[in-house]
């Protein structure tokens, strides 16, 4: 596949990946990699949507290229609660033979309103729109994507874990309702996914049946593909099926934290950036175009002050700590769910 006219992504006639991560299929000539977990610039940053800030400024375009030159034999967006960049992708690009179609869905437990990110991949614009209709209750989401077939996995397990919910429930109803668990995420605390794999690989053990997976969580260009799912497949289809089916495995490696500040300030200053094609955008209203002007003026002195790396020191040791608590208490963890006494 190769385009003209400057547009070209990826020819793995012409084109050499830059990196080729090592894997332990790398000998197999069916083995296939695809980063189950990057955005693009229409995951938008909903908490300040008035703003137009985004969680990720990278055009699909961009990442679909970066992954290829990284070794991916397939790509995909999950963007949050969106398949536009995705749609972008593809309607630009229709021959596009090696993309598929992903999100990642914000959905909640109604009692309790813990927060959970699904990641939900191969869907088309129908159960998107249907998935985004029932996001608010996980308990009428699931349901819905197994009766569609669709396969999706639980990301980042404990980054959003609420300490006041009981673990043991929590896990236990997480067990129970996902048979795939994102056990690397590129964006966490290494201790974060450690005590994920070690939490999903001891029921695995047990005979419950898990698949593992691993996606960069990049929120820009420079650690897309970083960390991967792997599998042995002849195409998309098949590759997803093996997901499902755990015939599959999860690689890669994190980033170190000064990574994870130093992508806060990249997304600052894409975000200043973009502040002149933003006035200048037919897409928004006077009210709107004054509302994010506004924003990103009283944004500077919070940018230059350090709060961003602040806030991203106390979200990376709240990880460390709370993946360290379920750590010394696993083994009890798991006896309890399995003996079904979670409280």
Not at 46 to 56: E, G, Q, S, V, W
Not at 214 to 232: C, I, M, P, Q, R
Request: proline share 4%; net charge neutral; glycine share 6%.
């Amino acid at each position: 596949m190769a385009e003209s006219d400057g547009n070209r992504l990826w020819d793995p006639e012409r084109d050499t990946p830059k990196v080729r991560p090592q894997d332990p299929l790398q000998n197999d000539p069916r083995a296939k990699r695809a980063d189950l977990h990057c955005h693009s610039r229409y995951s938008v940053f909903k908490y300040f949507r008035r703003a137009n800030t985004r969680d990720c400024y990278s055009d699909p375009e961009a990442v679909y290229r970066t992954a290829k030159e990284r070794g991916m034999s397939y790509v995909t967006l999950s963007d949050h609660d969106s398949i536009d960049g995705a749609l972008f992708l593809l309607n630009k690009h229709p021959d596009l033979d090696d993309f598929f179609v992903s999100e990642e869905v914000e959905t909640y437990f109604p009692e309790t309103r813990q927060r959970v990110h699904i990641g939900v991949y191969g869907l088309d614009e129908r159960q998107h729109r249907e998935i985004q209709r029932l996001r608010p209750n996980i308990r009428e989401l699931v349901p819905y994507l197994r009766q569609e077939g669709l396969v999706f996995a639980v990301n980042h397990l404990l980054q959003n874990y609420r300490m006041k919910n009981v673990a043991a429930r929590y896990i236990g109803e997480m067990i129970e309702m996902f048979d795939v668990f994102e056990v690397i995420n590129g964006a966490m605390a290494s201790s974060n996914n450690r005590v994920t794999y070690q939490l999903v690989d001891t029921f695995r053990r047990n005979g419950r049946r898990i698949s593992m997976v691993g996606g960069s969580d990049a929120h820009t260009l420079k650690h897309v593909a970083k960390v991967y799912t792997v599998s042995t497949a002849d195409s998309i289809p098949e590759f997803i099926e093996n997901v499902r089916n755990g015939t599959c495995l999860a690689w890669g490696q994190e980033m170190r934290f000064v990574d994870l500040v130093s992508d806060i300030y990249l997304l600052l200053f894409a975000y200043y950036a973009e502040t002149r094609n933003d006035l200048q955008s037919l897409e928004y209203t006077s009210g709107d175009k004054t509302l994010q002007l506004m924003g990103r003026l009283a944004g500077i002195p919070t940018a230059i002050s350090g709060i961003p790396a602040a806030i991203t020191s106390l979200n990376y040791l709240k990880q460390i700590v709370v993946s360290k608590g379920i750590g010394w208490k696993l083994s009890s963890l798991i006896e309890k769910i399995e003996r079904g006494s979670p409280s």
